[in-house]
């Protein structure tokens, strides 16, 4: 599961609901040393303005289950 925005509110909200009860997340943020490292998660760099940088964070995501 990938969580955009990571670094906001609702982002790191979401993150500990979701690890809480033991999902793995891959969290996607602009700038990955304002998110504390939470066990069961995968920090990854990535900006919707740098198209490069979405391929990577992306990569193994998928929309069903």
């Known amino acids: 599961m990938l969580i955009t925005g990571a670094s906001g509110h609702i982002g790191r ?3 500990e609901l979701l690890t809480s009860v033991d999902h793995s ?3 996607m943020t602009r700038d990955p040393q304002r998110l504390p490292c939470i066990a069961g998660s995968e920090t990854v760099r ?3 303005n740098e198209l490069a ?3 990577p964070a992306f990569s193994g995501i998928s929309t069903g289950p």
């Open 46 to 48: 990535a900006d919707f």
């Open 53 to 55: 940088t979405l391929a």
């Open 13 to 15: 909200r979401t993150t």
């Open 25 to 27: 997340v891959r969290l």
